[in-house]
C-alpha cells in the first residue's frame, strides 16, 4: 500500500529566504507526482505536475524534483512571500488508480 | 477555468438531516470519479470510487449507507452525507478521471461542510 510522507510538517520563515519541502512515498511505481496548494478554507490549486519519467518540473519560483528510484520529490520555493503561505500537499498518482496524498507541510511566510 | 465543479463550496446544516454534493465534469465525460474527505490539520483520504452506471467502491472504514454516492451519468456524481452528525464536518473534494483507466484527473474545488 503507498504511503506519502511530508517533511516538515510544519515551516515558519522570514520572507525571501529560499526554502525546500520533502516528500516521501514508499511503493515507486508511480505514474505521476503533483504538487498542490490550499490555502486556509479553500480547495485544492494545482502546482506542478511530474511524470514518472521526468526530473524536474519549474514554474515561476517554483521547482520541483523526482527521484522515483529513492521514492521522494521536493518542493523548491525561491525568495518566499507572504503570499506562499499555504498548505503544500504533494500526492502521488499510479495509472489506472488513484492520488495517495501526504499530509502536508505548513508554511508561514513572515513578513 | 475550472474542468470540474463542485457545488457547493460550503454548506452547513444541522445535524441529522442530509446534505448532497455534486461534481460536475465540465468538457469531458467521466467513467470515473473519486471522492476524498479531510479532517481538520490531516491529508486527503480516498472515500470511494464511482464508475458510470455502476455502485460506488467504498474504501475500508467509510460506511456505504451514510455517504451515498451516485454516478448516473458521464458527467456527474453525487455524494449524499445522510443523517450528518458534526463528526461528519469536514472538507470533501472530487475528482474526475477521463476515461476508465486514464491518466489525466482533474479536481474539483472542493466543498466544506459543518454540521452544527
Known amino acids: 500500500k503507498q504511503e506519502v510522507t511530508q517533511i516538515p510538517a510544519a515551516l515558519s520563515v522570514p520572507e525571501g529566504e529560499n526554502l525546500v519541502l520533502n516528500c516521501s512515498f514508499t511503493d515507486s511505481a508511480i505514474y505521476n507526482l503533483q504538487w498542490f496548494r490550499q490555502d486556509p478554507g479553500k480547495g485544492l490549486t494545482s502546482l506542478l505536475l511530474i511524470q514518472s519519467s521526468q526530473r524536474e518540473q519549474t514554474s515561476g519560483r517554483l521547482n520541483a524534483s523526482l527521484d522515483k528510484s529513492s521514492g521522494r520529490s521536493t518542493l523548491y520555493i525561491a525568495a518566499s512571500q507572504p503570499g506562499d503561505s499555504a498548505t503544500y500537499l504533494c500526492a502521488v498518482y499510479r495509472y489506472g488508480q488513484n492520488f495517495v496524498f501526504g499530509p502536508g507541510t505548513r508554511l508561514s511566510v513572515l513578513p | 477555468g475550472a474542468v470540474v465543479s463542485q457545488h457547493p463550496s460550503r454548506v452547513i446544516c444541522k445535524s441529522g438531516t442530509s446534505v448532497k454534493i455534486e461534481c460536475r465534469s465540465l468538457d469531458f465525460q467521466a467513467t470515473t470519479m473519486f471522492w476524498y474527505r479531510q479532517f481538520p490539520k490531516q491529508s486527503l483520504m480516498l472515500m470511494a470510487t464511482s464508475n458510470e452506471g455502476s455502485k460506488a467502491t467504498y474504501e475500508q472504514g467509510v460506511e456505504k449507507d451514510k455517504f451515498l454516492i451516485n454516478h448516473a451519468s458521464l458527467t456527474l456524481s453525487t455524494l449524499t452525507v445522510t443523517s450528518a452528525h458534526p463528526e461528519d464536518s469536514s472538507f470533501y473534494i472530487c475528482?474526475?478521471?477521463?476515461?476508465?483507466?486514464?491518466?489525466?484527473?482533474?479536481f474539483g474545488e472542493g466543498s466544506w461542510l459543518t454540521v452544527v
Open positions: 475528482s474526475a478521471r477521463i476515461g476508465a483507466t486514464g491518466n489525466t484527473i482533474y
